[in-house]
């Protein structure tokens, strides 16, 4: 597991890389980056890219957790980064409190 962090460069030519046709996924993909763009390491820049090298939506249903990596994906990193992709959205505390949902 490389856990030096990824420079600028790789970082946009790895959101280059991560542009996807379904929306579903970029989706993901964005809300990866806006949380762990800033320390993401090398190791978890490779694992992204092999799990882009999926098609679309073979990428979906590892992210629906409807399949789980096979073989030739199934590495902590791969997992790690995967757990990461699939952590859903937090509501800020002002969400939480508004009067809608009391």
């Given at each position: 597991?490389?856990?030096?962090?990824?420079?600028?460069?790789?970082l946009?030519?790895?959101?280059?890389?991560?542009r996807?046709?379904l929306?579903?996924?970029d989706?993901?993909i964005?809300?990866f980056f806006?949380?762990?763009?800033?320390?993401?390491?090398?190791?978890?820049?490779?694992?992204?890219?092999?799990?882009m090298?999926?098609?679309?939506?073979?990428?979906l249903?590892?992210?629906?957790?409807?399949?789980?990596?096979?073989?030739?994906?199934?590495?902590?990193?791969v997992?790690q980064?995967?757990?990461?992709l699939?952590?859903?959205?937090?509501?800020?505390p002002?969400?939480?409190?508004?009067?809608?949902?009391?």
């Amino acid at each position: 597991m490389v856990t030096e962090r990824i420079d600028e460069r790789a970082l946009s030519k790895l959101k280059w890389r991560c542009r996807r046709g379904l929306l579903e996924n970029d989706l993901f993909i964005e809300r990866f980056f806006a949380r762990h763009e800033d320390q993401l390491t090398i190791g978890q820049a490779e694992a992204l890219t092999r799990l882009m090298d999926l098609s679309d939506n073979d990428l979906l249903d590892l992210l629906l957790r409807r399949k789980e990596p096979g073989d030739d994906l199934d590495s902590p990193d791969v997992r790690q980064v995967l757990g990461l992709l699939r952590t859903p959205p937090q509501a800020s505390p002002s969400h939480i409190h508004s009067p809608a949902n009391l």
